[in-house]
């Protein structure tokens, strides 16, 4: 397998988290669809600037792949753009839904994201999704065996599609992050720890990553980096919280908590 370095990243701050609105209507028109903050705006900028400058040319991905939900393809569009990279829309790498929702928001279209972007340049050769979540919405099983099927399929894709193709980046979501994460680690429970020290993977908003295959199995080695952020880490998520990530009754129960204003 060609394929060695995986990156995972979570997308940026979301406008929805701030403290007080007026909250910005999703410019997709679809249910959820949030865009970033201005500051998560800055945290890609951070993002793509940790990325292109600090990292060498036998480091730095060689192909961006994110979720088709427009917060992830607004943290892509600085890394992509530092990189000269073309941006691949891919619907494995979508947000968790659960089926008691009252809307499962279906993403916008490669087409309309192409009006909203107009200055990424987006591949079509990719061909399409390697996986679509369920319209229905998911449960945390549901979701975790998504991830499993879409990695999976996916090294499969890349072994067949793109040989010469060593290293990725996915911008995706918390709960999506977390379940890759664990899958390429071969561990069966996403709410188990990943060592005997009880360490968990850390999702905070655009965190990043890194899993290289040993040959035999995936290495994790840069869990949740935030060092590059200027203020840290900061949402950080998995799924004992019990809310979808980000959503009103996760933002609702954080502050209860006090962990934001």
Known sequence: MALKTIYVARHGYRSNWLPEGPYPAPPTGIDSDVPLAEHGVDQAKQLAEYISATWDE??????????PFYRCVQTSEPVVKALDLPLIIERGLGEWYKPDRPVI??????AQLSELFPEVTFDTQ???PTVIPSGKGETEQEIFARSGDFLSKFL?????????IERVLFVTHAATKQCIGMKLLNIENVRDSIDEQGNVLHNASCSIDW????????LLKMNGETSFLKDGAEMDWNFTYGFE??????IKARRLRGEIN
């Open 58 to 67: 036998e480091r730095k991905p060689q192909m961006v792949f994110t979720s």
């Open 105 to 110: 928001p279906e993403p916008a279209t490669v």
């Open 126 to 128: 990719w061909g399409g």
């Open 156 to 164: 499969d894709r890349m072994q067949r599609d793109y040989p010469d």
């Open 211 to 218: 899993f290289e295959y040993t040959g035999n199995n995936w």
């Open 245 to 250: 990530a980000g959503s009103d009754a996760d």
